[in-house]
């Protein structure tokens, strides 16, 4: 077999392997006939806590986190502010603009989102895609975001999100969310007039 052949047979492998694995990625529309329906703009209204962790691409956790969300919803545009308060004492702050297009479909900005964020969501789901200017150390990584929400019985939201950089996996980020107290059964209320 001669270079080229087998050249050519590389390439047919990794061409083959990368439409399998496009054509199998999920999709929002996936998700359409899953329940509790989300609804981004009802969910965020008022106050939520997260909890979350990073794992580095080998799978070892480097970063745990909690952030306190305020969300206000006026009828177009949903503001989430979120402050972040890491193990290591560490605290930052993204404050999200986003406007809903249509029954499905959000755009959304951020002072560190590069461009504007594109969220698609079915069901129980929201598909959230964009860039980040990340901060490592003194260094800032510009990373892909491929965040997933699926809303759970109870109100419990769970997020998880693949890093990428250049296309090769960084990490994964896993987030917990939930309303608070007060916010609950308006929340529920919220959820049901949207069904």
């Not at 929400?149 to 109100?155: D, V, Y």
């Amino acid at each position: 077999m001669t270079f080229g052949t087998f050249l050519k047979r590389i390439l047919t492998i990794v061409a083959i392997g990368t439409l399998a694995a496009c054509s199998t990625k999920m999709k929002p529309e996936d998700f359409a006939n899953q329940d509790p329906r989300f609804v981004l703009e009802n969910y965020f209204s008022g106050q939520t806590k997260a909890w979350g962790i990073f794992e580095d691409r080998f799978g070892n956790l480097r970063r745990q986190f909690v952030v306190d969300i305020n969300g206000t919803w006026d009828g177009e545009t949903l503001v989430l502010d979120e402050r972040f308060a890491y193990s290591d004492g560490e605290k930052d702050r993204r404050v999200w603009t986003i406007k809903k297009v249509d029954d499905h479909t959000y755009t959304g900005t951020a002072g560190d989102v590069v461009g504007t964020a594109q969220g698609k969501s079915y069901g129980n789901a929201l598909n959230w895609i964009y860039d980040l200017n990340l901060k490592v150390g003194d260094d800032t990584w510009k990373v892909h975001f491929d965040d997933w929400m699926f809303l759970q019985p109870e109100g419990v939201l769970l997020n998880r999100a693949e890093v990428t950089k250049w296309g090769f996996h960084v990490g994964t980020v896993t987030l917990s969310f939930r309303r608070a107290e007060t916010d609950v059964a308006a929340a529920s209320a919220l959820q049901r007039a949207a069904e």
